[in-house]
């Protein structure tokens, strides 16, 4: 199963029966916010897709190593493989596999993922999922970054959780305008991420600690998880809708933050849970970033403007087209 938030995917387990169902969902990629990712499962393969568009196809079938020992020694481990890309014009470009491996199931597997695929692709964006946020906390206990998300409370406890990320470390798209007004360049000896850093910093010295709450619906009040002085839940709005607090004392902080939701805006609108008068606030921003709006138009649950959307999509066309 996808795991959401900074989590992995788990691809290993032993080998046993499975007659679950077919089941399609969406989970958020967090720590650096990354978008939405759809996920397609059956029993034996999996499919996921950042975009709704080109799936990777994954299928579980046992480790290749156990062919050259005795199955006596150890119960047989299956694992995920990577098996292919699949989109519902071009079909499935199959990457080579072990000639070891099991061909023939592998390719009945994906064969069955790739119909369940046909069925429910018309359905994408998936419902979200992963309930179960852990937030970086300040002294008083507020939410103020998103640091994972999960949909099994079971493995709260095991999960790694990371501080708080602005962006990959290999990624030097985002340049804050505040900062670069007040002569702060995006590159210094450190390389070219110093706004991120910053951003990051600033999230750093105003967190106090993690917590995992549960998000209820319909309501999306917060259920913290094992609080330290018994029951506590926190109102829908003392949760950052973006993932990031806005309320900062400097204005220079506040500055920061914006440039960086702006700089956010096409993921964001991905999200599933904000409302209007936020939608209408990304959707212009995200215009600006035709290509990134284009790329995941198919994951955006609710359009204000569909004109000014639209025209975007139509320039990145042209872009794309120009190259």
Known sequence: MIRGAAGRPHTDRPVKPAAEPPRHYAVRRVNPFEGVLQVVETHNARAYSPNGVVWQVQVLTERPDHTWRSHGRAAPIEQFFNFGLWDAEDGLRQIPANPVMDIGAMTDAADHLIAVLHEVIEQVPFDLIDGYECWATDSDGKPIALLATTEDPAIVEDMRVERWQA????????????????????????????????????????????????????????????????????????????????????????????DYLEWQAPRLLMLQDIGDELRGWLEPLACRQAEELAAGYRLIPQIIDSNRVEAARVEARLRRAAV
């Open 167 to 258: 962006t990959r470390v290999s990624d030097h798209g985002f340049v804050s305008d505040s900062l670069q007004r007040g002569g702060v360049p995006n590159s210094d000896g450190d390389g070219p991420r110093r706004h991120a850093r910053e951003l990051e910093r600033q999230v750093g010295r105003r967190s106090r600690q993690r917590a995992w709450f549960r998000r209820r619906r319909p309501d999306r009040s917060g259920e913290r998880l094992d609080p330290a002085d018994g029951a506590c839940i926190l109102a829908a709005g003392l949760f950052p809708p973006l993932g990031l607090a806005t309320d900062w004392p400097q204005d220079s902080e506040a500055e920061l933050v914006r």
